[in-house]
């Protein structure tokens, strides 16, 4: 399984980005898929996930009600609506997966086993 994150960048406080990451080797709608980022000097952290299925999502407290994530099997992609960005959303996002029809919502790195290379967001003035 690959994952091929893209769509970061640098914007304003307020701002909005969609990340996308697209997902190739494997059956797209047998895995659960989440987004995370790490900042330098901190551990990576769970920021949204959704279930196999598409059925049922997680997000982390400091994201609620500004980031989406939605996927469309059609074309094998995962995305990450980020709205209101603030300066501490800067980070590097990382698209991950694990083949599995169990979800807790959580968003827990030990909860998935294939990363993508990440994607920069700067979000600066």
């Known amino acids: 399984l690959q994952l091929v994150e893209s769509g970061g960048g640098l914007v304003h406080p307020g701002g909005s980005l969609r990340l996308s990451c697209v997902v190739s080797?494997?059956?797209?709608?047998?895995?659960?898929l989440g987004w995370f980022r790490r900042v330098p000097g901190k551990e990576r952290e769970g920021v949204a996930c959704?279930?196999?299925?598409?059925?049922?999502?997680g997000y982390a407290d400091s994201v609620k009600e500004r980031f989406t994530i939605s996927k469309d099997s059609t074309i094998k992609t995962v995305y990450l609506q980020m709205n209101n960005l603030k300066p501490e959303d800067t980070a590097i996002y990382y698209c991950?997966?694990?083949?599995?029809?169990?979800?807790?919502?959580?968003?827990?790195?030990?909860?998935?086993?294939?990363w993508g290379q990440g994607t920069q967001v700067t979000v600066s003035s």
């Open positions: 991950a997966a694990r083949r599995s029809v169990m979800f807790s919502g959580m968003c827990q790195t030990e909860e998935y086993d294939t």
């Open positions: 080797g494997g059956i797209f709608d047998y895995y659960r």
């Open positions: 959704i279930s196999s299925g598409g059925g049922s999502t």
